[in-house]
């Protein structure tokens, strides 16, 4: 688990970063994060680009569409919440989906993070990625095997904000495959999607992301 490892080093960074870089509001209302990606455009269109060295190209996309994100670490991992990410704007959705894919089943990639706090000081709220014995982590639980190469339908449906911490049910490919995960911390809300990966030379799609109120 890299999930709670973070270095004052990388908060400096990236506090300084998005201050310069002044993001643009993504996709559509303030109760409502979108992107689709199919402009094919990424890093000048509201997505940071964080301290990891990743090349960020566009590529084939998801359930049909013409275009996703490809991350691609170069070389080690040095810190979560490194690949790009997107303010979110203290946002306390009820419905997150997205899709993912990696090309292998041994590495961890694809990481779909959420968070609150300052950049390069974020607490903690939902990660799930592809992990390293081949099955998709969720909330640090392990859960349903998946193959490479292959996209997946990420859905958090019923997040309760009134529990303590805060709860999610996990659907995969239209199916509901675990009710009630725990949020890591409890929070208020979230400020940041974040998309990196956690081992060193992996690549990962992202695609069709949704954050709704
Ligand atoms: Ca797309
Ligand atoms: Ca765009
Ligand atoms: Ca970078």
């Not at 689709?36 to 269109?45: A, N, P, R, T």
């Not at 009820?94 to 990639?109: H, L």
């Not at 779909?112 to 390069?120: D, E, Q, W």
Request: charged share 15%; with cysteine.
């Amino acid at each position: 688990m890299h999930l709670f490892k973070l270095s004052g080093i990388i908060l400096v960074i990236c506090f300084t970063a998005f201050v310069f870089s002044c993001p643009a509001p993504g996709g559509s209302s303030s109760d409502e994060f979108t992107d689709d990606f199919e402009d094919g455009i990424i890093l000048d269109d509201g997505w940071v680009d964080g301290t990891g060295d990743y090349t960020v190209d566009t590529d084939t996309g998801a359930d049909g569409t013409t275009t996703s994100v490809k991350l691609t670490l170069n070389g080690a991992w040095t810190g979560n919440y490194n690949g790009i990410y997107h303010p979110l704007n203290a946002m306390k959705p009820t419905y997150v989906s997205w899709y993912a894919k990696t090309d292998q089943t041994n590495m961890e990639a694809g990481i779909f993070a959420l968070s609150r706090g300052p950049k390069g000081a974020e607490t903690p709220a939902v990660g799930i990625y592809f992990f390293s014995d081949s099955t998709i982590m969720v909330n640090g639980g392990a859960a349903v095997p998946y193959a490479a190469n292959t996209w997946y339908h990420h859905e958090l449906k019923n997040i309760n904000w009134n529990n303590s911490p805060p709860t999610f049910d996990w659907w995969l490919d239209g199916v509901e495959r675990g009710a009630g995960y725990n949020f890591f911390f409890d929070i208020p809300s979230f400020d940041w999607v974040d998309l990196y990966n956690f081992s060193d030379n992996t690549v990962s799609w992202i695609d069709e992301i949704v954050i709704r109120e």
